[in-house]
């Protein structure tokens, strides 16, 4: 991978949670061409090892771990592979999340005629279930990572721990609540811990994309064909750059939160990285 700048992360281990994904996968190689030790963590072994294997070949350190972000059981055992394998954690990227079509409604907009009609979601026919789906793979996949591998970095120069909200966020989308609403959680959630851990030198911030292409959104954003769909369009409308972000376009603020160096003082913030959607009003 081709770095926007060098950071030394030698001997340092990372550990990046949906680390398989377009976006996270792009940040582990980043840290492992930055010499760190990096451990995979997502569900499924395959995809794990396929990531770990990818940054091996390219000379970097890794290794992939199956884990569920949402069993503590699971997140432990993923943590005793890391330290027999790497030893402890210095840098947590909190990358697992996603949305559940039981928490997202058909249309944009409730209007009358809709309440009679059985094969739409409309905001009152919402899964409880599927919102909280939602909020625990977002919120708590985001807090129990966090509480365990922090217990490695406690008093340790340059811990850092990030989290992937996203610019939902700070301007929900529509037709998709529960994701919004969780990942408002998240961002809330790392200026809590930020302030919580002030004193014992973990340093805890986190990035906000904006519009990226990935494995779980593609299908609602293109045709088959490759075109843009309706809901793409306007997203592409409303990010003044007329475009989607590229997963290497998150490196560089990336790489700015871990160096410690560069970004020593900079605590409980989330960056956004979308191309003006946060900044364009419409008109």
């Given at each position: 991978m081709k770095l926007p700048f060098n950071v030394d992360l030698k001997n340092k281990v990372a550990v990046v949670t949906g680390?398989?994904?377009i976006l996270c996968g792009a940040m582990a190689e980043a840290l492992a061409a930055c010499g760190a030790k990096v451990a995979i963590l997502a569900l499924g072994q395959e995809g794990c090892d396929a990531k770990a294997d990818q940054i091996k070949a390219a000379g970097g350190t890794a290794i992939g771990i199956n884990t569920n972000v949402l069993d503590?059981?699971?997140i432990k055992r993923a943590h005793?592979?890391?330290l027999k394998e790497f030893g402890p954690c210095d840098i947590l990227i909190n990358g697992a999340g996603g949305n559940h079509p039981k928490g997202t409604t058909t249309n944009e907009y409730l209007l009358p005629e809709d309440l009679d009609n059985e094969e739409l979601t409309t905001f009152f026919d919402l899964d409880p279930e599927g919102v909280k789906f939602v909020f625990d793979l977002n919120f708590l996949g985001t807090l129990l990572p966090s509480q365990e591998f922090a217990k490695d970095m406690i008093n340790?120069?340059?811990a850092t721990i990030i989290n992937i909200s996203s610019m939902n966020a700070y301007t929900p989308l529509t037709k998709i609540p529960a994701y919004s609403g969780a990942k408002a959680a998240v961002?809330?959630?790392t200026q809590w811990l930020a302030v919580h851990m002030s004193k014992v030198g973990i340093r805890v911030n986190a990035i906000a994309p904006g519009f990226f292409v990935t494995a779980q959104n593609e299908k609602l954003l293109?045709?088959?064909d490759g075109t843009p769909t309706a809901r793409s369009q306007k997203i592409l409308n409303s990010t003044p750059m007329g475009r989607y972000g590229e997963a290497h376009e998150l490196i560089?603020?990336?790489l700015y939160l871990v160096n410690n160096d560069a970004s020593g003082f900079v605590n409980g913030v989330c960056i956004p990285v979308d191309g003006a959607f946060s900044a364009y009003s419409g008109v």
């Open positions: 680390g398989s994904g503590k059981e699971s005793e592979i890391i340790k120069e340059g961002t809330n959630f293109f045709n088959e560089g603020t990336l």
